[in-house]
């Protein structure tokens, strides 16, 4: 059976997605293969490797961030930033709903959720809108685009949250028997979001860079972004089958997606460069002087009474006509000595 459009059940039977035991029906869709589970200390763990996954995204991620922040000056730095926090804080929600550790039969198992498939939806829509930051419709890093940003980000959750949650509950018209809009959302608005990322960064590539390198970035992310979904819902219960139940293809799905997001930031890295003039880095710069005046070379032939300080004996200086305030007053006068006038 293959996908249809507006329905799970194709798809749930053969992954075992987080919404899966909230739509299809009262009890939800099974999968007919899934990971083998583990317990520890008397809990019941899910999905083991997969969570394994999750958590190295979770360092690898915290790593890719680190390395933006330092950067500075680069073009749509705090804009990128966002898209990686959204990404770290639904890998984080992962690790609790795949594994089990808050159970599908809890009370707030489909709060949860819901909140997981808005920040999907959110994550993909800050990926669109970063994708024309290099376009500089708006200049980047100001209020106008961070601002534009959050905001969009945050209807696209608020959507996204009413529907699944509407979803679950069937309030509102909505069914988990009939689940159009989730799927919209959840299936068809990531894979939409993902193509015109791609197509705007080959056009951006094409038209103002002349590198041609990243390239081959954006098209190693593409290529780990469809070998992910080919997995998980074309053969995931080949996998399962084959190794005995102790992966299936939601572990290697979540390994190609970590990769994925991994050639975003490898991408954006390729793409910009740091203003080092104006740049604050933890290494020290090392500045050539280059003008006598401030090197220590040869002094210029200046009168041997300009050289003289009165740190080294000479008269007090000042910048009253080249004269001192003592010999401006010497004698009582108060005009300038003999000879020192311009």
Not at 157 to 181: D, E, L, M, N, R
Not at 216 to 238: H, M, N, P, W, Y
Not at 249 to 273: A, H, P, Q
Request: glycine share 10%.
């Amino acid at each position: 059976m293959g996908v249809q459009f507006g329905s799970f059940d194709s798809i749930c039977q053969t992954a075992a997605l987080v919404i899966c035991p909230l739509v299809g029906s009262d009890q939800g869709i099974e999968p007919s293969c899934y990971s083998r589970n583990v317990e520890i200390s008397g809990t019941l763990i899910f999905q083991p490797s997969t969570c394994f996954v999750h958590i190295v995204a979770i360092i690898m991620t915290a790593i890719m961030i680190f390395h933006i922040r330092s950067k500075y000056t680069a073009v749509g730095r705090k804009e990128i930033i966002m898209f990686f926090y959204l990404y770290a804080i639904i890998e984080l929600l992962a690790i609790f709903l795949d594994s089990g550790i808050i159970p599908t039969a809890n009370v707030s198992y489909p709060w949860f959720a819901t909140v997981y498939t808005g920040l999907v939806a959110a994550t993909y829509c800050c990926l669109l809108i970063n994708g024309f930051v290099g376009f500089q419709f708006a200049e980047d890093g100001t209020p106008l685009s961070l601002w534009f940003l959050r905001i969009a980000c945050f209807v696209v959750f608020g959507v996204s949250f009413f529907v699944a949650i509407a979803t679950f509950k069937g309030f509102a018209g909505f069914s988990f028997s009939k689940p159009i809009g989730l799927w919209i959302i959840y299936i068809l608005w990531p894979l939409i979001c993902t193509v015109i990322y791609i197509v705007s960064q080959l056009i951006l590539v094409f038209r103002t860079l002349e590198d041609r390198w990243p390239i081959g970035d954006i098209v190693f992310g593409t290529a780990f972004f469809t070998i992910a979904q080919v997995i998980l819902f074309a053969f995931s219960v080949t996998i399962c089958d084959a190794i005995k139940h102790y992966i299936d293809g939601l572990f290697f799905f979540t390994l190609c997606m970590l990769l994925s997001v991994m050639m975003v930031y490898k991408y954006w890295d390729s793409i910009t460069r740091e203003d080092l003039e104006f740049s604050v880095g933890s290494k020290a710069t090392v500045w050539e002087v280059k003008d006598p005046l401030l090197a220590g070379g040869p002094s210029l032939d200046y009168p041997e009474e300009d050289n003289i300080s009165s740190y080294h004996g000479g008269p007090p200086a000042s910048l009253v006509g080249g004269v001192s305030g003592q010999q401006l007053y010497q004698g009582g006068g108060r005009g300038y000595p003999t000879g020192a006038g311009y």
